[in-house]
């Protein structure tokens, strides 16, 4: 069982920055794929990003690619999602999930093969 809780969520300006964290419980948290999603009002869970085991793989959505960076810390069971030059679009709540599966950059995108789920987040950016 994994428990994950993210934080970091809030209000910005376009063009600036956020950095989320989602922090997971139990030991085996280095053997999970990590992977972001969020999801607008009105709108279906969309992903962002995934990090595999070591964290020597990454993936992410076009719509983010350049401006944000996911990163983890298996020695603090924490994975991280750095924002940068934060769009009005970028509004949303964001969700950590893990997945307990081989890295493979096609299936971390795929919001249903993610094993657990935090509550999410919610970020604002202003126009």
């Known amino acids: 069982q994994v428990q994950l809780v993210e934080s970091g969520g809030g209000l910005v300006q376009a063009g600036g920055s956020l950095r989320l964290s989602c922090a997971a419980s139990?030991?085996?948290?280095?053997?999970?794929?990590m992977g972001w999603f969020r999801q607008a009002q009105g709108k279906e869970r969309e992903f962002v990003a995934a990090?595999?085991?070591?964290?020597?793989?990454?993936y992410y959505a076009d719509s983010v690619k350049g401006r944000f960076t996911i990163s983890r810390d298996n020695a603090k069971n924490t994975v991280y999602l750095q924002m940068n030059s934060l769009k009005p679009e970028d509004t949303a709540v964001y969700y950590c999930?893990?997945?307990?599966?081989?890295?493979?950059?096609?299936?971390?995108?795929?919001?249903?093969?993610?094993?657990?789920w935090g509550q999410g987040t919610q970020v604002t950016v202003s126009s």
């Open positions: 139990g030991r085996t948290f280095s053997q999970y794929v």
């Open positions: 990090i595999s085991w070591s964290a020597s793989s990454t």
């Open positions: 999930g893990a997945a307990r599966q081989p890295w493979n950059s096609y299936l971390a995108r795929v919001h249903n093969n993610y094993d657990y």
